[in-house]
């Protein structure tokens, strides 16, 4: 779309031009125009006088007199205007007008006349308007609705005159006048179009010689510069205007060139020994010379055109700076590679050593006046001759490089691998001239290169054996707390839940939503040791998050007797800059280890102390059993319990690693004291902060409950084998009165209902005996009746390679467990319309 808009622009700006080159052309002829009206307008008067009466001469005479006054005017205020593209349709318009004028005043007189005039005097009225109208043809075709203008002003009138008079004589001269205005219209059309198309020429002609790499340079003989490209300005510096009219070589060329390139081209207006056409000057380099003084060197050719009698020139000149800077390359490049590291040879093109680097004689172990001449083959392992040979011919006929690995002989017997390139120059005929190869010993990549792949497979083996067994854990977790979160979320929707009862739902929500990010991060344990947890740090208000995290210990110390004490200072709040959900997780981990390895009726108090650099350190201190010295190194390794893993308090083993991992990523630290007997204290420290967020209002959850006026009734499919998750789901699809729910708790059963009922939507599980889901939806896409209907997966496979599977099958959408209930609806509202 860009593309062709801009070609469009580009040629109507090629139009305008045109059209403002021929106004331009059409102006400079005016004065003659209006010199030639006012002399046959006096000498036609003066004629006129002896057959028709004055007082229709002379108001005749003075018409055109006063069309030639107002010409000049204009043109006089064209010239000073000079005007550009903008101002090219009202001096267009402003040259029709005083053009029409000046054709109506040579036809007013032969109009008013045209009833008195007999035989003789007719004809010479009828030549004087055709003659004047000639001439108007010729000089105005530059406007062609100028000159029709004209011609219709001046003819037309006398014809109808003519016409009406009802006599056989004027109405053949109207014939005659329409005739001749009807073919002056064709012939000037004519020739505006010749005068478009030369201009048009002359625009691409400029327009090509602009775009050239090379300086165009036209002069006469004498050398005087009378044209030049775009290059030739760029290249040396000078406006055309203050160029044009210099001698080529006092202007362009270093002083000591001046002389000899003058000679060169006086001789070349001579003739040749044999007295025939001149010899033209050959290519010469000269040293050329910019406007701000400096020198360059260029390539110089002289051609002599002869236009008559007379002899121009063109001068095609090119910078060769950087030809000469990259001969002084090539002499740096050869001492590049006798410097080079890599071994680099240059054979001829039958394949004889010409050159060799010093690392190539190292290498090999060759002296120059031992391998110069030498058949490549020397340095090749025997086996490898024949194929070798093969391969560089396909090559050189495909016009490439050859890339590849060779077995390499040195003088000694010893062998390597080398990775080769090998490049070809060929001559002006296609031949190959010289062949290079520059190449190093690869041998020990090639066993770096082992022993990578080796440990490669090793550490993918290790890892797919951790992906099988977090996707496994994953989907086994999720499924129960599918229906624990799925469940809660249809009672906190239920309007008549309030008060308390509401409260424990939200709480049994707020304990399961964090339970599910712990599981989330569980699973996702590699990624955090690797450093690839995404952070979003803020400004967290310490007590706010306390808050939150309090209450969901409350039921676990109170069934230990265990009393919660928060020990901050309301004078000083204190701020840390972090993840909230991070530094949730982290109170969390930590309380929940002072919780659980407390003794019964013990205490847990939080403290917060602002640190020396804008710092803050949180101790959760417990009266537990404490840590012995000797085992305080093993508490932040993975999975290590203290022989804790014998005893009755559940636990995996990775919290503390987690929570190191999550304060270091955060900016902090964490540490420990412990006294074996009275208890221990966990504390970490963060960076703190000056600017907390307002804590936002509890709100419930948006009723997404109430489903829009249905226009008709929809079914929706279920195909789950668990019958928990296929009652949750029916109680969700219960919200939406139109929505009528059909279960089925196997596949077999789900594609009957499919096919029986033909549902608006079908929502399948993925992991189910018999046929999975993907197997399903298969069926349900090769089914012509069927696969239209859109089907969405609702599993507990929510690894990031599971998603992305489900997409690539073809599922139109993909909901993981465990399920949000608002989502599951807004999903229905959406596909149901």
Request: aromatic share 6%.
């Amino acid at each position: 779309m860009n593309q062709g808009a801009d070609v469009r622009k580009q040629g109507e700006a090629a139009a305008a031009s045109v059209e403002l080159s021929l106004l331009y052309a059409a102006y400079a002829r005016k004065p003659l125009n209006v010199l030639m009206t006012v002399l046959i307008s006096l000498v036609i008067g003066a004629l006129l006088r002896s057959v028709f009466p004055s007082n229709l001469v002379l108001p005749w005479i003075g018409g055109v007199l006063l069309s030639a006054l107002l010409g000049l005017i204009e043109c006089l205020a064209f010239r000073r205007a000079s005007p550009g593209q903008a101002a090219l349709k009202r001096w267009q318009t402003l040259f029709l007008l005083q053009t029409a004028f000046s054709g109506a005043a040579w036809g007013l007189g032969p109009s008013l006349m045209m009833n008195q005039a007999t035989g003789a005097s007719m004809a010479l009225l009828v030549g004087i308007l055709l003659g004047v109208s000639a001439v108007a043809m010729s000089s105005v075709a530059e406007q062609p609705r100028a000159l029709y203008a004209f011609l219709m002003a001046a003819l037309a009138p006398p014809a109808i005159v003519a016409a009406m008079s009802g006599r056989e004589p004027e109405q053949l001269l109207a014939l005659t006048l329409i005739f001749g205005m009807g073919l002056m219209i064709v012939v000037g059309q004519r020739s505006n179009q010749a005068m478009r198309h030369l201009l048009d020429t002359q625009s691409r002609l400029r327009a090509i010689l602009d775009a050239a790499q090379d300086a165009i340079i036209s002069m006469d003989a004498a050398g005087r510069i009378n044209d030049w490209n775009q290059r030739a300005q760029e290249i040396f510096g000078w406006p055309a205007e203050e160029a044009l009219g210099k001698v080529f070589e006092d202007l362009l060329l270093a002083p000591n060139h001046q002389a000899a390139q003058r000679q060169a081209r006086v001789q070349g207006l001579g003739h040749g020994d044999d007295g025939g056409e001149p010899t033209l000057q050959q290519r010469v380099e000269v040293m050329a010379l910019r406007r701000d003084g400096s020198k360059f060197p260029v390539t110089l050719t002289l051609t002599r055109l002869k236009a008559g009698r007379s002899h121009d020139f063109t001068a095609f000149i090119t910078d060769v700076s950087e030809r000469r800077a990259a001969e002084q390359h090539l002499a740096l490049f050869r001492r590049v590679f006798d410097a080079s590291s890599q071994m680099v040879s240059i054979l001829d093109g039958r394949g004889h050593a010409l050159y060799q680097n010093q690392a190539h004689a190292q290498e090999f172990g060759y002296r120059d006046d031992e391998i110069v001449g030498q058949h490549y083959s020397l340095t090749l392992a025997a086996e490898q001759v024949e194929a070798f040979g093969r391969d560089i011919r396909v090559a050189q006929r495909a016009g490439s490089n050859w890339t590849g690995q060779l077995l390499l002989q040195r003088k000694d017997g010893s062998r390597f691998v080398g990775s080769n390139n090998i490049g070809f120059i060929k001559d002006a005929g296609g031949r190959v001239q010289y062949v290079f190869n520059i190449f190093y010993d690869l041998s020990p990549e090639l066993a770096r290169l082992a022993e990578l792949a080796q440990a490669k497979e090793s550490a993918e083996r290790a890892n797919q054996a951790k992906s099988d067994f977090l996707s496994s854990m994953s989907h086994e977790l999720r499924t129960p707390m599918n229906a624990i979160l799925g469940f809660a979320q249809l009672l906190e929707y239920d309007p008549r839940l309030a008060g308390k009862p509401l409260g424990y739902v939200r709480e049994i929500l707020r304990a399961g939503h964090h339970l599910l990010e712990l599981l989330n991060e569980v699973l996702d344990l590699a990624r955090i040791e690797s450093g690839h947890v995404q952070l979003a740090l803020e400004a967290v208000p310490v007590q706010a998050v306390l808050d939150e995290c309090l209450p969901l210990m409350q039921a676990q110390a109170g069934e230990r007797q265990i009393e919660l004490q928060l020990q901050l200072d309301p004078a000083k709040p204190a701020t840390v800059h972090a993840d909230r959900v991070r530094f949730k997780q982290v109170l969390l981990n930590l309380l929940s280890n002072a919780v659980k390895y407390n003794r019964v009726g013990g205490r847990v108090s939080v403290q917060a102390r602002a640190l020396p650099g804008e710092r803050w350190r949180l101790t959760i201190h417990d009266t537990g059993l404490g840590i012995a010295p000797e085992r305080r190194a093993e508490l932040f390794q993975p999975f290590s319990r203290l022989d804790a893993e014998h005893g009755p308090i559940e636990g995996t083993g990775i919290g503390l690693t987690i929570t190191r991992r999550l304060v270091e990523m955060m900016g902090g630290t964490v540490g420990m004291d412990s006294e074996p007997g009275v208890g221990s204290s966990f504390w970490f420290e963060l960076p703190g902060d000056t600017a907390p967020p307002p804590d936002a209002a509890e709100v419930r959850p948006e009723d997404n409950t109430r489903a829009p006026t249905a226009l008709r009734r929809h079914r929706v499919l279920c195909i789950d084998d668990n019958p928990v998750n296929l009652k949750l789901i029916g109680q969700i699809l219960g919200l939406r009165e139109q929505v009528d729910a059909v279960l089925a708790d196997t596949p077999a059963l789900g594609l009957e209902a499919a096919a029986a009922q033909r549902p608006d939507l079908i929502l399948v599980d993925i992991n189910m005996p018999v046929m999975n889901g993907y197997q399903v939806l298969a069926l349900l896409r090769a089914d012509s009746q069927l696969r239209h209907i859109p089907v969405v997966a609702v599993t507990a496979n929510a690894m990031p390679r599971d998603i992305e599977r489900g997409r690539e099958a073809g599922f139109d959408d993909y909901l993981t467990k465990p399920i949000n209930v608002g989502q599951v609806l807004a999903l229905v509202d959406r596909f149901l319309g």
